[in-house]
């Protein structure tokens, strides 16, 4: 299967320029591996939605979507929390 282009929110963008160098490189390796494989083995499809998955890098949670052409990363947040979901419900 071909690879899929990244895309991404601006919300994501903001988030991930102000994490710490260390958990920057780690989500952002994430996030590009999923172009080749989209739905690695600690992906899961997040309740309540038909379209989203999640997968966790380091302490944060990359939530995002899946077409046959595209990854889109939808948000980043800390895992410890429930703040990356209550930002999602607000968009």
Do not use: C, W
Request: charged letters at 35%.
């Amino acid at each position: 299967m071909a690879r899929r282009t990244l895309d991404y929110t601006m919300d994501f963008l903001k988030e991930l320029t102000g994490l710490p160098p260390k958990h920057f490189k780690q989500v952002v390796s994430k996030a590009l591996a999923l172009t080749s494989e989209p739905f690695p083995s600690d992906a899961k499809q997040l309740q309540g939605y038909d379209d989203l998955f999640r997968i966790d890098s380091g302490e944060y949670r990359i939530v995002y979507t899946v077409t046959e052409t595209e990854v889109k990363i939808i948000i980043v947040g800390k895992r410890n929390d429930d703040e990356v979901y209550a930002r999602l419900r607000r968009k």
